[in-house]
């Protein structure tokens, strides 16, 4: 199984760090959160990976072109035609990286519908190449299995920006929960397609307006509820939140 991951947009609630380079590539631990989706999926067996690149996608392709001198010990001799010495290989090295240009102002679903040839009518995964998780990806796809319908969403409860507090009718405080999980599920990314998705998809289409609404109408995406650690980078406050959790080795994505 592939895993489609949707790398083109241009992120700018987070203008901060997306001015010089695309989302994906903003650091965590001194390397890029789209390395940390593909590392903690590899480590679950799956290492076959499209990218759909879009804003900056050059940044993206510079990157994994030139990954292994980035990663290893190498020796450069200077004058000389032939290449430089890598002294050692990268964990990395059993990854397949297909780098897709799916257009600069195309929308997500648009971005899938691209990319179809690659997939070559398999069901695959599809997440944001924005957030991270500890999902179980054994897990996920045997629910997909089991429903057989089109579509999985992986749904998650976001944990609030805010402390709640509970008040009675005399203004005392009952109960004080600082920043608690949200009652209600959301997308949380991590879907699972089967080919006949791409019958909801055009090359202009939003994934989560009319090709979800419509999947969900004809009684074919179900919710896998991930219960453990999900966050998006959507913001500079988030993208430090992650860096922290990193630095003080207590990322629950982290599985290797």
């Not at 695309?22 to 903690?40: A, D, Q, Y």
């Not at 200077?78 to 257009?103: C, M, R, V």
């Not at 949200?182 to 019958?199: D, H, L, M, S, T």
């Not at 909801?200 to 991930?226: F, K, T």
Request: with cysteine; charged share 25%; net charge negative.
């Amino acid at each position: 199984m592939k895993a489609v991951i949707l790398a083109g947009g241009m992120g700018t609630r987070l203008r901060e760090e997306t001015e010089y380079r695309p989302k994906p590539m903003v650091e965590i631990g001194g390397r890029p959160i789209l390395w940390h989706i593909m590392k903690n999926l590899s480590c679950q067996d799956l290492n076959d990976f499209v990218i759909c690149l879009g804003y900056k996608g050059d940044y993206i392709k510079d990157f994994f072109l030139n990954y292994e001198a980035r990663v290893n010990d190498i020796t450069i001799e200077l004058g000389h035609d032939g290449p430089s010495f890598q002294h050692s290989k990268s964990e990395e090295e059993h990854w397949k990286i297909t780098l897709a240009n799916t257009g600069l102002n195309t929308m997500t679903g648009g971005r899938i519908f691209r990319i179809r040839d690659h997939v070559k009518g398999e069901r695959f995964l599809c997440t944001y190449g924005d957030g991270l998780a500890d999902i179980d990806l054994k897990a996920l796809l045997d629910f997909h299995i089991s429903h057989k319908k089109v579509a999985t969403v992986t749904a998650v409860r976001p944990t609030s920006r805010f402390g709640a507090i509970e008040i009675d009718a005399k203004n005392q405080v009952n109960s004080f929960a600082e920043k608690p999980k949200a009652e209600q599920w959301i997308n949380g990314g991590f879907f699972i397609f089967e080919p006949k998705v791409f019958e909801y998809l055009d090359a202009d289409c939003v994934l989560e307006r009319e090709p979800l609404e419509n999947i969900a109408n004809d009684g074919q995406l179900m919710a896998y509820h991930h219960k453990g650690f999900w966050q998006p980078m959507d913001t500079y406050r988030e993208t430090q939140e992650l860096n922290e959790l990193w630095s003080t080795s207590k990322a629950p994505w982290k599985n290797w």
